[in-house]
């Protein structure tokens, strides 16, 4: 009965690979998004999807690329990984866009060798 | 831009005392504020959601409170426990713009209860 879940928990790779994190809920919301925890704990948006339509973007580099297949999914792609995209990144979902609580996923912790 | 700052940084007590968290944010544009909590390795669970026109939420010994006009929000722990041990984020969504919708976070109030 996980409400957001995230694959895979941990993810270790070399510098260069591309990799993708999936993100699933089940609590039938119209919204997703994606947030990086840097290593001082600091949380930042990077993108956010309604209904399947990006309506954030927060400057990220190219190398990321969110992609929505329906309303239940916001996966995320790195290519290119660099040392300084070692981070958790947390998945998030909200009924709808503005006022809305929103969940989170237990993380993924990226770390680039 | 939206700015969070949550103070203090860390916060030490021992078990039963009442203590406040306090976040502070720069745009009072604000749809609603939510409180979290992160436990080591874990991810974020949502505690308290106000929205702007809302002045306070309650959930058992939890208490936050909103002043939109001055920026400001307090986070009232009663009673506190040793499982209670954390960090504490406050966050807020900003209203109109290209920021619709997203969530701006404070850097956190790690919270210790020692018995």
Redesign the interface.
Known sequence: DTAVSQTPKYLVTQMGNDKSIKCEQNLGHDTMYWYKQDSKKFLKIMFSYNNKELIINETVPNRFSPKSPDKAHLNLHINSLELGDSAVYFCASSHFVGANEQFFGPGTRLTVL | KQEVTQIPAALSVPEGENLVLNCSFTDSAI??L?W?RQDPG?????LL?I??SQREQTSGRLNASLDKSSGRSTLYIAASQPGDSA?Y?C?V?D?GG????????G??TILTVHP
């Open positions: 749809y609603n939510q979290f874990k991810g974020l669970t949502s959601l929205q702007s960090t984020l966050a969504v209203a290209t920021s619709y919708g997203k969530l701006t976070f850097q956190g």
